[in-house]
């Protein structure tokens, strides 16, 4: 990989970085073919692996032919791990940033190797004028890409869309020579002897075998291209397959897996449904308590108009006593001028009155 991108992709699927050594997969299968291919133009004096990831590619190259191996990659983690794992005499890994390369200080190369790099630089074609210089008099390029167009999850480590038809047109305009191929995800039957199926395969090892094929497809539905350049004439190469043996128990446990998804698939819907018809109910409810807020407010209104009603009457009766009240002194006072004492027979009325008001203050808090 030759830009900042995790050391691991994992995001809906996507492995930026891998190595094959570690896994029995298609994804594995994927990365071995390539190389695989780019062997066949071995040997060479001096081998440059661009974006070399976790090495395992670099060793390869060394293990096929390359006599001097460089593999460089602008994660310093990533070379690390590629040094701890497979460095040794005539590999180096260094960091570098593939779009700064040049033959004043990296020297150039009989072969350079850049599988799946290209898509990943916001510049592509600055990277072929990159790559250009840094290849020997009769040096040979091989270059992958994949086809964006053949899935259906674009992905988001991708500065270019990857379009197979627009890089080998950018490779003519730089090369004399460029020769495509197709990669394809098989699928198949072998038959092998015993003592090779059950005995670990060996990177060095090469396996030659008669394959027949029983379909064909489009050339532009093909999920990667792989291609190799020069300025001059290319050597023929072979197709070439990293196989999987267990093929049938990798279809199992797939199969395995997608019955586990269904099952997924189908608990989240339950779960969804459920959740759902939750919401609906809590909707509703929701609506109800709106309508008992929306009564307790006209409720609330109409009790506070006649909590002031009844402020307003009691303020009018209580002003009406105190006229009373006056009334009654004045009616005192005059007694007293003229010697008379109207306190009992005042007394007895005021009874009387006190019942006529509470009478009326009744009446007025009925209404």
Known sequence: MATESPTSGHDAG???????????????????????????????RRVLDCACGLGYGTALLKARGGAACVGIDICQQT?????????????????????????????????????????????????????????APNGILI?????????????????WRADPAELQSWLRARFAHVSCYAEMHTLGASVWPIENIESRPEPSRRYALTSRLIDTIEYTSAPGFVFACANQPLPPAAPVAAELLNGGGYLRELEGTKKRLWNDLQHYREENERLAHGWEEQKRRLDELEQVK???????????????????????????INGIENQLKVVLDRGREYGI???????????????TIYRIVLSTLRR
């Open 341 to 355: 004492d109207l306190t009992r027979p005042l007394e007895r009325s005021l009874s009387s009155m006190a019942k």
């Open 14 to 44: 996507f492995l930026e970085r891998l190595d094959p050594n570690d896994r029995s997969d298609h994804q594995a299968a994927q990365h071995w073919a390539r190389y695989e291919f780019a062997c066949q133009f071995l040997p060479a």
């Open 294 to 320: 929306d009564r307790l407010w006209q409720e609330t209104q109409t009790l506070s108009a006649e909590a002031r009603r009844l402020a307003d009457a009691w303020e009018t009766q209580k002003n009406h």
């Open 79 to 135: 070379i690390d791990a590629a040094r701890k794992r497979y460095g040794g005499a005539g590999i180096e890994f260094i960091r570098a940033d593939a779009l700064a390369l040049s033959p004043h200080t990296q020297g150039t190369f009989e072969r350079i190797v850049s599988l799946e790099t290209i898509e990943h630089l916001p510049e592509p074609q600055r990277f072929l004028d990159v790559l250009k210089p840094l290849l």
């Open 143 to 159: 270059l992958s890409c994949p086809n964006d167009a053949h899935f259906a999850i674009e992905n988001p480590y991708h500065l």
